[in-house]
């Protein structure tokens, strides 16, 4: 592994789809594009959005994600088994349709624009789930690579669907033994491949935690059968360590944050670590990667009992604002999580994804570029200060 500073620059993973792009990967679900095409023009993207990081100082970069349509649902083309279908749609076979109608509106959920992977058949593997992003990013940078995957709880809850899986796998926890089995194939995979960080999402804990009671979500389809969120966060610790058993020799992550599909922050889910904790400081992996700059995601003191217990991937920049966070509040809030972890088991990142959903730029390609300088210029005097 490539020697890395102190403070190193990340991100979560996802930057603004252009509109073009956007277009091309309509058409090529439509049948209208193929892959090869789609690809070429994805190839272009990718290259600018690395270069965008390059440019800002980022050690250690993503694709931007350019090539799926949103961070968990671009299995669906790598995985036999699924169907790729809108949340709209999934609208015809919800509990109570009314109730979750209402649910989308209040949350400002683009119904028609995000799309869920909802298995209808036995899973099984096509070709790696991001093996594909690597090989072609290895070939374009000398940085450090960091690829996110969506995580074993997020890919089953997610994409189990009552009336739709049960016919193949009767419940979840079926489910989530072939889940488990593929994502530990692509871990090793990566890392044989040389890739540095991988990220696993698991955003939907949150959800988990955080969201309202027998409330039917847009990412979690299945949560009307959810039980109650100590047993979920169990079963996500049990899911992550059976992904992770016996494997080293590459850094992971795991990204939970509270939501990133409005810019209205007030529809987004509220409340800090503390519940959560206890559960992801028992997953086998290195680095929390968490949303921390918005004051959504509650009181930083909660890490006060597990100091240095794992590495921080702290938010420090809201992917949603306009307004470019001045540095020296930046190198405040990196100084401010030292009493909880050491310098060199902090990490710089901003809360989220920039476009965390195909048709949902949360930002534009030239503020996130900006934020990510005042980063690494924080990064630069957080140097001098501690290395
Ligand atoms: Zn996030």
Request: glycine share 6%; charged share 30%.
């Given at each position: 592994m490539a020697d890395t500073p102190l403070f190193p620059v990340t991100t979560v993973g996802s930057w603004p789809r252009s509109t073009s792009l956007i277009r091309a990967l309509r058409a090529k679900q439509n049948g209208e594009m193929s892959d090869s095409e789609f690809n070429r023009l994805a190839d272009q993207e990718v290259i600018s959005c690395i270069r965008s990081q390059e440019e800002a100082g980022v050690d250690i970069v993503t694709d931007?994600?350019?090539?799926?349509?949103n961070f968990y649902s671009y299995v669906v083309d790598k995985l036999a088994g699924m169907q790729l279908m809108k949340v709209s749609d999934l609208l015809d076979y919800a509990n109570d349709r009314a109730r979750m109608e209402e649910v989308l509106r209040a949350l400002d959920v683009p119904a028609f624009a995000i799309k869920s992977p909802i298995v209808v058949d036995k899973l099984g593997k096509k070709?790696?789930?991001?093996l594909d992003e690597l090989a072609f990013m290895k070939e374009q940078t000398d940085r450090q690579i960091k690829i996110p995957i969506p995580g074993p709880y997020m890919l089953t809850r997610s994409s189990w669907f009552e009336g739709l899986s049960d016919k193949v796998y009767e419940s979840a926890e079926e489910l989530s033994k072939d889940v488990v089995a593929i994502l530990r194939e692509e871990v090793l995979a990566l890392r044989d491949m040389g890739c540095d960080f991988i990220q696993f999402d698991e955003p939907i804990l949150s959800q988990t935690v955080?969201?309202?009671?027998s409330t039917e979500t847009f990412m979690c389809?299945?949560?009307?059968?959810r039980r109650d969120p100590t047993e979920e966060l169990e079963f996500a610790v049990r899911l992550m360590n059976e992904t992770m058993e016996?494997?080293?020799g590459i850094r992971t992550g795991v990204h939970v944050c509270r939501?990133?599909?409005?810019?209205?922050?007030?529809?987004l889910l509220v409340g800090n670590y503390g519940p959560m904790l206890p559960h992801l400081m028992q997953m086998?992996?290195?680095q929390l990667v968490l949303e921390c700059a918005?004051?959504?995601?509650?009181?930083?003191?909660?890490?006060k009992e597990y100091t240095n217990e794992k590495e921080i991937g702290l938010g420090?920049?809201?992917?949603?604002?306009?307004e470019i966070e001045p540095v020296e509040d930046i190198v405040a809030r990196v100084r401010d999580i030292l009493q909880y972890f050491s310098p060199d088991k902090v990490y710089l990142n901003p809360d989220?994804?920039?476009?965390?959903f195909a048709e949902r730029n949360v930002n534009t390609p030239e503020i996130a570029e900006k934020k990510l300088q005042a980063m690494s210029e924080a990064a630069v005097i957080l140097r001098a200060e501690f290395g």
């Amino acid at each position: 592994m490539a020697d890395t500073p102190l403070f190193p620059v990340t991100t979560v993973g996802s930057w603004p789809r252009s509109t073009s792009l956007i277009r091309a990967l309509r058409a090529k679900q439509n049948g209208e594009m193929s892959d090869s095409e789609f690809n070429r023009l994805a190839d272009q993207e990718v290259i600018s959005c690395i270069r965008s990081q390059e440019e800002a100082g980022v050690d250690i970069v993503t694709d931007g994600e350019q090539r799926r349509d949103n961070f968990y649902s671009y299995v669906v083309d790598k995985l036999a088994g699924m169907q790729l279908m809108k949340v709209s749609d999934l609208l015809d076979y919800a509990n109570d349709r009314a109730r979750m109608e209402e649910v989308l509106r209040a949350l400002d959920v683009p119904a028609f624009a995000i799309k869920s992977p909802i298995v209808v058949d036995k899973l099984g593997k096509k070709e790696g789930l991001s093996l594909d992003e690597l090989a072609f990013m290895k070939e374009q940078t000398d940085r450090q690579i960091k690829i996110p995957i969506p995580g074993p709880y997020m890919l089953t809850r997610s994409s189990w669907f009552e009336g739709l899986s049960d016919k193949v796998y009767e419940s979840a926890e079926e489910l989530s033994k072939d889940v488990v089995a593929i994502l530990r194939e692509e871990v090793l995979a990566l890392r044989d491949m040389g890739c540095d960080f991988i990220q696993f999402d698991e955003p939907i804990l949150s959800q988990t935690v955080f969201g309202e009671e027998s409330t039917e979500t847009f990412m979690c389809a299945a949560l009307p059968q959810r039980r109650d969120p100590t047993e979920e966060l169990e079963f996500a610790v049990r899911l992550m360590n059976e992904t992770m058993e016996g494997i080293s020799g590459i850094r992971t992550g795991v990204h939970v944050c509270r939501g990133n599909w409005s810019r209205k922050e007030d529809v987004l889910l509220v409340g800090n670590y503390g519940p959560m904790l206890p559960h992801l400081m028992q997953m086998n992996i290195d680095q929390l990667v968490l949303e921390c700059a918005t004051p959504r995601a509650g009181e930083m003191e909660v890490f006060k009992e597990y100091t240095n217990e794992k590495e921080i991937g702290l938010g420090v920049v809201n992917p949603r604002t306009d307004e470019i966070e001045p540095v020296e509040d930046i190198v405040a809030r990196v100084r401010d999580i030292l009493q909880y972890f050491s310098p060199d088991k902090v990490y710089l990142n901003p809360d989220c994804g920039f476009g965390t959903f195909a048709e949902r730029n949360v930002n534009t390609p030239e503020i996130a570029e900006k934020k990510l300088q005042a980063m690494s210029e924080a990064a630069v005097i957080l140097r001098a200060e501690f290395g």
